[in-house]
Structures are given as structure tokens and as C-alpha cells.
């Protein structure tokens, strides 16, 4: 009998036995699935046997967790104390978003544009359109910065882009950044090295309006003590910009490569050009003090600027003045402000800007940068002034581009589509295929409606909305003009942006006269340009030996400066006042009577006509006859006259050329038009006339500085 060890014993009963007996083959299966297990469990399950197969040390799994706990306190406390950490990730991810949303965007249109030939492809563009353009909003909304600015501008390339676009990004222009108090505090602190009150007595806190780049608080300056608007920049733009202007040449490059047809890389140039001086706020402080300087030599000018107290690079401190948006109709009805008169003053501001000799352009005149104020000084419905805010994006335009510019206006408004095409070309060099686009381009009209009889004197009806509307969801249309705007000059872009806005202002404006009144303050202003080219090397007075006959030549010769003006206005003025029929027997009916009989008669009747009839001293006799009266006519106005002297000067010097014949009998036409525009507006000046009279009788009539038409 053998006896057991101890020891063996001992290992045997430490040794864990199971509780229930299974055969080998059984413990070697795989396990199998529980029928009723849950697949998330079971992959949970595996996940961690695979865990356990992988580390089977407990020290190896003690390294890993110790490498990430380490890495996550490393990178927690690098983003909470690194400022150079925190820019990267920051960095990282605004990249991130513009990288995969532009990714995003090219894949799906990409992929769209494959399927032209799908009955409904219209539709499901539309789709994408919407798709893509709610993406990279969300995009520009997160990253903020000159995001929001640029999705601000692309809202309003509504001639470039679908309106799915268009509409996607109109809550921009609403939405802008507020920069907290103590961000305000720090930049101010960094820039100038002193406290905010160490230079006011009173900051609010809470800003009066945001804007894209910049905000404004009202203070109280502590020297003076007068209430000032200060401008303060958004203190992350300086971080970023550099950045967001590369994310934004990358996207337009990025897109032109893969959509050759939409080349918007000129967007982006003019960004980077633009943007450095937006964001020096000395440049905006000294462009403010340039247009006072200019428009003060303007009489009766309703324009305001307000004065510059100091400036730094990131904050402006300017004269605190407030007014209503321009396009606050109830507030103009009920303070007696005609919205013609509004309507007017701001085209006679801007054209001065245009065709101003070497005056400064304001190139961002949208409703936010307008207000409108009561100046109880001036006589109703004019007893108001027009208060213009950030100067901050200015141009200055080269004279040739002003006279060129100048140039091709009258001849839209003339219908003349040969000098069109000639000044297009002068230009920017445009073909007679590109002309048509451009001419669209600077009227915001069909080309059809620019070249009929009526031109650009009517509004635009529903019927050419969709018109345009229907052109540019063909795509083609698109591409032309993208590839126009990236072949004329930038400056020209900016002109067309402040025609578009003050022709957005007039339409919101609802005025009475629509666009007709607005196209013949244009027309002075351009045909003005055109004069001072013709005369420019006439140096002496204008009766100096031999400058009456250069004068004479300036006037009607080749250029033919007063002529190109006189057509537009007669043109012009008939549309706003049908007052005299032209030999149009079918419509005599629905004219109006014209209060001169006799002038009525001569221009109404037959002998009148080139063929036959009247001898020419005859007919400029009656045109001398027509000025005398208009001459009366004026005099109860006095200052109150829109009619300047000079337009006096330059028919008398006119009748007078004609009545010397030295240069051959004028031609009937020309003197018949001068005839129509002197009686129609000695008819519009019996109305005003009328007008004030009816005003005289209820109130005291007040001397002074007024407001002209």
C-alpha cells in the first residue's frame, strides 16, 4: 500500500476543479450564439476577448493606459496654457471645415452635372443648389471672420449665382459677430497702451450695431465731454485673417479647377486688396475727411459726414450721429420726407462720386451704411439730410474711366448702340459678343429692353425678371458673365456694385416717378464729364478772342456734348411728362395738353417737318421764344430751381451759334429738340410753381438754404 504526500494532497485540493463535467471536444468549440442575444452585446463580448488575446501581460495594458492618460493631460493642458497649441488646433479646424464642406460641394455637383440629360434635372440641380449652399453656410457661420462678409457680398450676386444661393445666405446679412466688452477692453489696452477710461467718461458696454468686421459703442469723451459713436475692430480678425483670405484664394482656385466655366478667382484678388484697408481704420478716418472736404464745395448738398475725432489702427472715434435707414417709409411719410426727393439726392451723391473730377467713390452705399434724418432748417417735402457711415472701402476712379464711363451712359439713354459698343470696347476691351452682358451689367436690364425704343426709361416689369431669372438658370448665361467680370477692370466691379446698391435703395424707396427722374440726374452728371473733357485744353475765360468758337466746337462738334444731353433729356422727360405729342395722331387723344398753345401748334403741325414749311429762323426763333419764357417762368423759384444757370448759358450759347449760322444751318431736329425740352420744363416749373404758391397761403414762406430737385 503506498502511501499519498502531503504536498500532493495539498495541490490537488487548491487546484480549482470545475463544477460540472464536460468533454474536450466541447471545451475546444468555438462558442456558439445565444439565439436571443443582443448583436451589440456580442460584438461588445468580442471586442474584449480580442482586448484580452491582444495583452495578455497586465503590465503591457498598464503602458497603454498610462500613454493615454498622459497624452490626453498633455493635450488638455497644452490647449488650456499654450497659446501657440490653441492656434493650431483652432487653425486645424476652421481649415477642416472650409477643407470639407468645399470636398463636399465639388463631389456633388460633380456627379449632378453628369446628369443633363435626366428629364428631371432642373430639379434635382435645384436640390444640390440648396443642398451645398446650406452647407457652406453653416461653415461660414462657424467660422466667422471674413466668412461672413464674404457670404454678405456673394448674397448680392444674385446676376452670378442660383438663387438658392442668393436667398440661403440673405440671413448674413443680419447675422454679424459681437466681440465681448473684455475682448474690447484688452485690444484697446494692447493697441494704445491705456484703459478705456482713461479716455471716457461713459462706454457702453453693449454695442449700438455690429457689422461684419467692426462694432460701435456710444461714449462720452472725458476732455469734451460730448457724446462720440466709437468703432472698434473685432479683436479675432487679426488672428485669422491672414488665414481666411489663404482658405478663400484655395477655395476659388480649387473650384476653378474643377469647374473651369466659373472662374471666381477675381472675387478673391479683390478681397485681398480690399481687406488690409477696411482693417486700418486711420486709412477709413482719413477717406471720411477727403469726402467732407469735397462735397462742402457743393451747394445745397444734403450729404453729412460725421467728423473724425482720432483714429488707430483698430479703433475710430467720430461724432455721434443717428438717423432712420433710408428705406424706413413710414418714418419718411411721417415726417413729410418726399421719397423722390430721397431717391434724388442720393443719385445726385453718388453720380457726383462717379463722374466727379477726382472725386473719392464710397463703394459700399447698402442700407445699413445710409441714414436719414430731419433737418426741420430746410423747407418740406426736402427737410431732410442723408447721414453716410464706414468709408472704409473707397476707390478712386481714373479720368479716362470716368469719361469713358460717362460716355457709354448717354448712349443708353440715347439708344445709341454703336457708341455702346465703342466705349464698351475702350473699356475693357469687350468683342461685340461680350458687349451685350456688359451692357446688362451696368443698367441691371435685359439687353433687349436696353436696345428697344423705351430703353431703360420704364421699370422693370415682372415679365423681364423672369426673363432674366430663366437666362441664368440655363448656366451659360453664368459663365459668360463670370468670365466678363474677370476680364474688366476691378475698379469697374466696384462701380457696378455701387450702381446695384443705390438701385436696390430706389426700388426699396417705392418712388413715384420710378427710375426716369434718377436716369436724368445720371444724364447731367455724364453729360457734364463729357464737357469738361471737350474743353479741357481751352484755357481764358469763355469770351476770350477765339474761345467762344472752341467752346462752340466743345459743344457741337465731334463729341457733341450738349446734343448727346438734350436727347437724353427730351427723351427722358417725355416718358416722365407726356406733354407734347410729336406727330402722333393716334395717341393725341391720351396726351396731354400742352399749356403753350402756339408752340404746341408749330411743333404739332406738318410744316414743321424737315420736307417743307417753316424757314429754319423761323423755327429758331421760336426755340429763343421758348428759353425767354422758360427764363420767366423761373424767377419765382429763385434758389428753389433744380433749372442751374449754366444749362441757361450753355441754350442761350447754343441759339446763338444757330442764329449766327457761321458753322451752316443746324440741322431741324436739333432745334426742335431744344424746343421740347425747354416747354416741358417750363411746364414742370409751373407745377412747382403752382405748388408753392398753395404753400405760401398756408404758411409763412421761409428764406434760406433749401434742397434743389
Not at 417705392?510 to 463729357?530: C, D, K, N, Q
Request: charged share 25%; proline share 5%; net charge positive.
Amino acid at each position: 500500500m503506498s502511501t499519498i504526500s502531503p504536498w500532493r494532497t495539498f495541490s490537488a485540493l487548491s487546484r480549482q476543479q470545475p463544477k460540472t463535467w464536460i468533454c474536450r471536444d466541447c471545451l475546444r468549440a468555438p462558442p456558439q450564439r445565444r439565439p436571443f442575444s443582443i448583436s451589440q452585446q456580442v460584438h461588445a463580448q468580442a471586442g474584449k476577448r480580442t482586448w484580452r488575446k491582444a495583452v495578455k501581460d497586465t503590465a503591457e495594458r498598464r503602458k497603454v493606459a498610462i500613454t493615454v492618460t498622459v497624452l490626453f493631460v498633455a493635450g488638455s493642458t497644452a490647449l488650456a496654457f499654450s497659446e501657440k497649441a490653441r492656434h493650431a488646433y483652432i487653425a486645424a479646424q476652421r481649415s477642416g471645415r472650409v477643407g470639407v464642406t468645399l470636398a463636399l460641394c465639388v463631389n456633388d455637383y460633380y456627379w449632378v452635372l453628369k446628369k443633363k440629360a435626366d428629364p428631371e434635372y432642373k430639379k434635382i440641380l435645384s436640390e444640390v443648389h440648396t443642398r451645398c449652399a446650406e452647407r457652406t453656410l453653416k461653415a461660414m457661420e462657424a467660422n466667422g471672420s471674413i466668412f461672413i462678409k464674404l457670404g454678405q457680398h456673394l448674397s448680392s450676386l444674385n446676376y452670378i449665382l442660383p438663387s438658392e444661393w442668393c436667398d440661403t445666405f440673405i440671413p448674413l446679412q443680419d447675422h454679424c459677430p459681437v466681440s465681448s466688452y473684455t475682448s474690447i477692453e484688452a485690444m484697446v489696452l494692447h493697441d494704445t497702451g491705456h484703459q478705456l477710461s482713461d479716455y471716457f467718461s461713459e462706454f457702453s458696454p453693449r454695442p449700438v450695431g455690429a457689422a461684419s468686421l467692426a462694432q460701435v459703442h456710444t461714449a462720452t469723451l472725458k476732455s469734451t465731454g460730448s457724446k462720440v459713436a466709437v468703432k472698434v475692430q473685432h479683436p479675432s480678425l487679426d488672428e485669422w485673417s491672414v488665414l481666411d483670405l489663404w482658405l478663400t484664394r484655395s477655395t476659388f482656385s480649387t473650384l476653378r479647377y474643377w469647374f473651369p466655366e466659373y472662374d471666381l478667382t477675381w472675387l478673391s484678388d479683390e478681397m485681398e486688396v480690399s481687406l488690409p484697408m477696411e482693417l486700418d481704420f486711420r486709412q477709413e478716418a482719413q477717406n471720411a475727411r477727403r469726402t467732407k472736404t469735397y462735397f462742402a464745395k457743393i451747394k445745397n448738398t444734403p450729404l453729412i459726414i460725421p467728423e473724425v475725432i482720432w483714429a488707430e489702427r483698430r479703433i475710430l472715434v467720430m461724432e455721434y450721429l443717428s438717423g432712420h435707414r433710408p428705406d424706413d417709409l413710414a418714418f419718411l411719410d411721417s415726417n413729410g420726407i418726399s421719397r423722390d426727393e430721397v431717391s434724388a439726392a442720393l443719385s445726385r451723391i453718388f453720380n457726383e462720386m462717379i463722374f466727379g473730377k477726382d472725386a473719392p467713390l464710397h463703394c459700399d452705399p447698402h442700407g445699413g451704411n445710409l441714414a436719414i434724418r430731419v433737418n426741420n432748417d430746410r423747407r418740406k417735402p426736402r427737410n431732410f439730410d442723408i447721414i453716410l457711415y464706414d468709408h472704409g472701402l473707397y476707390r478712386d476712379i481714373p479720368l479716362w474711366l470716368r469719361r469713358a464711363y460717362a460716355h457709354i451712359w448717354l448712349a443708353v439713354i440715347d439708344v445709341d448702340e454703336a457708341n455702346m459698343r465703342k466705349y464698351a470696347y475702350e473699356i475693357a476691351g469687350l468683342n461685340d459678343e461680350e458687349f451685350p452682358i456688359f451692357a446688362s451689367a451696368i443698367t441691371g436690364r435685359d439687353y433687349t429692353v436696353v436696345k428697344s425704343g423705351d430703353g431703360v426709361k420704364k421699370g422693370r416689369g415682372d415679365e423681364e425678371k423672369r426673363a432674366i431669372a430663366d437666362a441664368l438658370g440655363e448656366g451659360g448665361l453664368v459663365s459668360q458673365i463670370v468670365f466678363l467680370l474677370a476680364k474688366v477692370p476691378r475698379v469697374v466691379l466696384l462701380i457696378l456694385k455701387t450702381n446695384d446698391l443705390t438701385r436696390s435703395l430706389d426700388e426699396k424707396l417705392e418712388t413715384r416717378e420710378g427710375p426716369v427722374r434718377t436716369f436724368m440726374i445720371l444724364a447731367r452728371y455724364a453729360a457734364r464729364s463729357v464737357f469738361e473733357e471737350s474743353v479741357e485744353g481751352i484755357q481764358g475765360g469763355m469770351f476770350w478772342p477765339g474761345n467762344l468758337w472752341r467752346y462752340g466746337v466743345a459743344v457741337l462738334g465731334p463729341n457733341q456734348t450738349l446734343l448727346d444731353y438734350l436727347k437724353a433729356r427730351i427723351a427722358l422727360a417725355t416718358a416722365r411728362h407726356p406733354i407734347i405729342t410729336l406727330r402722333q395722331q393716334e395717341n393725341k387723344n391720351k396726351a396731354r395738353p400742352s399749356p403753350h398753345p402756339k408752340l404746341s401748334a408749330l411743333l404739332d403741325d406738318a410744316a414743321f417737318h424737315p420736307v417743307n414749311g417753316f424757314p429754319i429762323r423761323d423755327i429758331i426763333a421760336a426755340a429763343r421764344h421758348a428759353l425767354k419764357l422758360l427764363r420767366k417762368a423761373v424767377k419765382p423759384l429763385k434758389s428753389h430751381s433744380w433749372i442751374e444757370e449754366r444749362e441757361f448759358i450753355a441754350w442761350e450759347t447754343t441759339i446763338s451759334g444757330w442764329e449766327d449760322r457761321r458753322k451752316g444751318e443746324p440741322g431741324v431736329g436739333d432745334v426742335r429738340g431744344l424746343i421740347v425740352v425747354l416747354v416741358t420744363e417750363r411746364k414742370l416749373v409751373e407745377i412747382e410753381v403752382k405748388h408753392m404758391g398753395g404753400l405760401r397761403g398756408r404758411t409763412t414762406w421761409r428764406r434760406g438754404r433749401h434742397g434743389r430737385r
